[in-house]
C-alpha cells in the first residue's frame, strides 16, 4: 500500500505535534504550503487559539519576487507582529514539511526580525 503525498504528510504532521505544542509563554509558529502561497500562524494551544496570522496574500506583507523571497517576507511579518504583541519565543511546528526551501526561509525570515526558536 502506498501512500498519497497528502497523507505521507499527514502521518509526519501527527507525528511532528505529538511533541510540539504550543504554551502561554511559548507558543507554536505554525507553517502551511500550498502551490501558490505560504502561511504562518502563532498558535496557543492549552487554550486552543490562533494568537496571530499572516500570509503572502494580506496586503501588509510586500510579497514580490520568488517563492522563497515571499516566504522570508512572510516570517519577518509574523515575527514583527508577535514582539508588538509581547511575544519573543516560540517553537516551530513545519507542519510535515521538510525543513527547506520555502519553510527554511520563512524560519529564516522570522529568527532575522527577532523571534527565538
Not at 514582539?83 to 520563512?106: M, N, P, Q, W
Amino acid at each position: 500500500m502506498s501512500l498519497t503525498k497528502v497523507e505521507r504528510r499527514q502521518r509526519i504532521k501527527l507525528r511532528i505535534r505529538k511533541t510540539v505544542t504550543g504554551t502561554t509563554t511559548m507558543p507554536r509558529l505554525s507553517v502551511f504550503r500550498s502551490n501558490k502561497e505560504i502561511y504562518a500562524q502563532i498558535i496557543d494551544d492549552t487554550k486552543g487559539v490562533t494568537l496571530l496570522a499572516t500570509s503572502s496574500r494580506d496586503k501588509d506583507v510586500n510579497a514580490k519576487g520568488t517563492a522563497i523571497e515571499k516566504a522570508e517576507q512572510v516570517g519577518k511579518a509574523i515575527a514583527e507582529k508577535a514582539v508588538k504583541a509581547g511575544i519573543e519565543k516560540v517553537t516551530f511546528d513545519r507542519g510535515g514539511y521538510l525543513y527547506h526551501g520555502r519553510v527554511k526561509s520563512l524560519a529564516d525570515g522570522a529568527r532575522a526580525a527577532g523571534l527565538k526558536f
